[in-house]
T-cell receptor, first 114, second 114 residues
Framework: GDSVTQMEGPVTLSEEAFLTINCTYTATGYPSLFWYVQYPGEGLQLLLKATKADDKGSNKGFEATYRKETTSFHLEKGSVQVSDSAVYFCALSDRGGGADGLTFGKGTHLIIQP | NAGVTQTPKFQVLKTGQSMTLQCAQDMNHNSMYWYRQDPGMGLRLIYYSASEGTTDKGEVPNGYNVSRLNKREFSLRLESAAPSQTSVYFC?????????????FGNGTRLTVT
């Protein structure tokens, strides 16, 4: 079945540091890929998405590129802020797998220190 | 624009009690979903409704029932609560049931079963 693997953390960085959160996936079909962010006490919010190979999703300074050859969708940001502290989820939706909804990774807790 | 609204926000039940979690969306979305979020497990799909009048099981449906009351509302019922159902429950919706359609989440219901 489909699965998503991501580093769980917590990942602790200083403000203005470079961020990478790794995400790799296994899918039976040709999935779309997503990053969601969850702030404390809230639901998940879509951060960015990519629907085909080599697509780059971007939003709020975050970027991720759909790499089919390495089955990866790593999240990056050049200079993190304290307000980026949250839990980040990588997810996929498999057009060929027949499943519905999204398959999520376990989430990466990011802590940014001033 | 409220998006996806869940009630209640918090609930404590005793083992064996029943309750219904309510979810409503005002975005005219066709598909709705119930997920549970547990530490170290990410989000797991309980049930989904691809369109009004249809429901299907997800990854972890045992112990739950759902009702798609109309296009706006999708409720989750626990008939006889168990401590293993202690979790945070999220309702989500999407415009259509396609692989690239992102999910919009409510803020969650935190349920404790003692």
């Amino acid at each position: 079945g489909d699965s998503v693997t991501q580093m769980e953390g917590p990942v602790t960085l200083s403000e203005e540091a470079f961020l990478t959160i790794n995400c790799t996936y296994t899918a039976t079909g040709y999935p779309s890929l997503f990053w969601y962010v969850q702030y404390p006490g809230e639901g998940l919010q879509l951060l960015l998405k990519a629907t085909k190979a080599d697509d780059k999703g971007s939003n709020k300074g975050f970027e991720a590129t759909y790499r089919k050859e390495t089955t990866s969708f790593h999240l990056e940001k050049g200079s993190v802020q304290v307000s980026d502290s949250a839990v980040y989820f990588c997810a996929l939706s498999d057009r060929g797998g027949g499943a519905d909804g999204l398959t999520f990774g376990k989430g990466t807790h990011l802590i940014i220190q001033p | 624009n409220a998006g996806v609204t869940q009630t209640p926000k918090f609930q404590v039940l005793k083992t064996g009690q029943s309750m219904t979690l309510q979810c409503a969306q005002d975005m005219n979305h066709n598909s709705m979903y119930w997920y549970r979020q547990d530490p170290g497990m990410g989000l797991r799909l309980i049930y989904y409704s691809a369109s009004e009048g249809t429901t299907d099981k997800g990854e972890v449906p045992n112990g739950y029932n759902v009702s798609r009351l109309n296009k706006r509302e999708f409720s989750l019922r626990l008939e006889s609560a168990a401590p293993s159902q202690t979790s945070v429950y999220f309702c989500a919706s999407s415009e259509v049931r396609t692989y690239h359609s992102p999910l919009h989440f409510g803020n969650g219901t935190r349920l404790t079963v003692t």
